[in-house]
Structures are given as C-alpha cells and as structure tokens.
C-alpha cells in the first residue's frame, strides 16, 4: 500500500484478464495435436493466476499467497517451451519430457523450502529459468518449420515464428523478474511496485498484441529462400513416392494432414521426408501440400459454380483467409479474379459441349 499507482489502476488485474482470455483462445486453435492447446493454454493460464496473486499482493496489500505468488513462475517458461516441443516428438516420449521439465521446479521449490531462509533466491532461480528456456527455444526454432512434425503442415511455418515469439517474450520476462530481484536484493524491494506498474505496460501491449494476430498469424504463409543442398537419387525417389500418394489419394485434401502422417504412409522417418522435400522442391512440406490443394482449387474454381469459401473447405484449406494468400501468392491474382478470367473459356467450352 505504499504506492498508489496498483491500487488506482491495478494493471496486474488487466494482465490476467488477458492471459485468462488467451488461455481459451488458444485452446480453440486448430493447431494439430491436442497436447499442444493444453500447454499453451495451462501457460496463459498460470500467467493469468500468477498476475492475479501480483494484484493481491503488491496492489492491495494481501500478503497470504507469497508462496504461491513467487513460485509458481518457475513453471511459466517450462510450459511454453513444452508447448511447442509437443509438437516435434511422439505422445509416448512426451511423457517424459513432461516429467523432467515441471518436476524439476517441484523439486527446486522443496529444495529452497528446505535450505533456503527466505525465497529471495528463489527470484534468481526463476530469472535463470526463463534465460535457459529462452536458449532452449532458440535452439528449437534452428530446427526449422518441418521440425514440428506433428503441427499441421498449413501451421508449421507460423508456429516456427511464434517460437522465435515466444524467445521475445521469455527474455522480457528475464530482464523484468531480474530488475525486480535486484530491487529485493539492494533496496529490499522499496522500488517493486513501481517496477512492476512500468514493467505491466509492456507486458499489456505483448499480450493485446497477442489477442488480434494469433488468430490471423496461422494463416500466414512467407517462402524464405535459402541455400539448399543438392538433392540426390534418393531424395528425388522419395519425392516421386510422395507425388504419387498425393496424386492418387488426395491426401491433401485433409486439413488435418501432417507431416509424420504424410512419413508413415511411406514408411520413412518425418525428417527424412521433410529434408528430401526440402532439397527436391526449395520449400518445405507445408508449401509442397499446398501446391496440390491450390491445384485442386483451381480446376474446381473453372469446372463449378461453388462458393470460394466452399473450394476453399473442399480442397484442404482451414481458413479461407489462408486460401485466398496462397492462391493469390501462386497464381497472382484472387481465386475470384481467376474464376472470372477462366469464365469465357468455361462458357466456350460449355457452348461447345451442347452444339455436339
């Protein structure tokens, strides 16, 4: 209750209202594996819980749940690293990492509870935390899209640029948490509040931010062009392999289609396909599926009279937003314009069809 400015404005309250909405919107995301919503969701979460407890604690004076209010951090980087590391490993050998990465901070906090005299420390440990998550991410995103093997592949080059997000947003929560550790260590916390009222501000607009992009980012399709290796005999093989079960079995037309599902029709390692893709074609798996889908589009946009929204579903595509990019990106123009260049060769053909 020393300072005002939390209790006039409780922008920790505002913080977790965010998270809390956050935490539903990204459960309703059609990310792929089911596993991948509930991390997420369990992050923005606990950071709603977390943000909430800060309100009580620094903004009203309510000191019961320190506890709780300085350790349940330490699970905040763990869950967004798990989050998307669900994404590139099987269900079964996720088990494990569950283990390692959240026993981990209930084995810390015994620790400290233990040996420690106070939990001041334990700010160091949460600081330490998100710098090692940080790395853990980055190292994740060097991978690249195809390493999520268990996204959809119209989500693996999105989801490959939130994790770089994500890098962002854990360093801003190292320096704050930092900032406000040495204020504990040096001022015995006098300048926290005012720390965490300017630290909030930010910490809003990341997260406001996060509200209107999520839902449009997925959608987003970027070809990065880069220095590949040449493809070899093999490489080319398993390409024709893959161009025949597209071709034959519209499996593009599932807009659920992954990449480890795409491997084990052919009996391969999602890696291994997701490299001679790589090398065969100059793009990943994502833009390689959706060349077939656009394909698909494009001769129903010229033979029917169907909706672009309903081609759009009927040719594989999750969001008529993402269609009406790729189309436009491929062709040049929108499947609208397309339809409408192709009519007169349409009508020909049709008034050709009905004199024979």
Not at 27 to 54: C, D, H, K, Q, T
């Amino acid at each position: 209750m020393d300072d005002p400015a939390l209790v006039s404005f409780p922008l920790p309250m505002l913080t977790a209202l965010l998270c809390s909405v956050l935490a539903i919107l990204v459960w309703r995301l059609e990310l792929g594996p089911v596993r991948a919503n509930a991390l997420f969701s369990a992050f923005f979460g606990l950071g709603a819980v977390s943000s909430y407890f800060v309100a009580l604690r620094f903004g009203y004076g309510f000191d019961a749940l320190i506890p709780l209010q300085r350790t349940l951090p330490l699970f905040m980087a763990p869950l967004l690293y798990l989050g998307f590391a669900s994404m590139t490993v099987e269900k079964r050998e996720l088990a494990g990492s569950l283990l390692f990465h959240l026993g981990a901070p209930f084995i810390a906090m015994g620790l400290f509870w233990l040996l420690a005299e106070d939990l001041k420390a334990l700010d160091w440990l949460i600081s330490a935390s998100y710098a090692v998550y940080a790395l853990a991410l980055y190292l994740l995103w060097r991978k690249g899209p195809d390493a999520l093997i268990f996204a959809r592949v119209d989500m693996t080059r999105s989801l490959s640029n939130w994790i770089l997000r994500g890098v962002g947003f854990l360093i801003f929560l190292l320096f704050l948490d930092t900032a406000i550790a040495v204020d504990f260590a040096v001022n015995r916390g006098s300048n926290v509040v005012r720390l965490i009222s300017y630290g909030t501000v930010p910490l809003i607009l990341l997260l406001l931010a996060a509200l209107v992009t999520l839902p449009l980012v997925f959608s987003r399709s970027r070809v990065t062009a880069q220095a590949l290796p040449a493809p070899d005999a093999e490489d080319t093989q398993v390409e024709a392999r893959l161009r025949t079960l597209m071709d034959e079995q519209q499996l593009f037309l599932d807009p659920d289609l992954t990449v480890q599902r795409l491997a084990r029709r052919l009996h391969l390692p999602a890696r291994s396909l997701s490299a001679a893709i790589n090398r065969t074609q100059g793009s990943n798996v994502s833009q390689y599926v959706n060349t077939f889908r656009l394909a698909h589009a494009a001769r129903l946009l010229v033979e029917s009279d169907d909706s672009v929204t309903k081609i759009a579903a009927q040719s594989g595509f999750m969001t008529r937003s993402n269609f009406y990019r790729e189309f436009q990106r491929v062709h040049g123009q929108s499947p609208t314009e397309y339809r409408l260049s192709t009519r007169p060769e349409r009508e020909t053909g049709r008034a050709g069809s009905q004199q024979a």
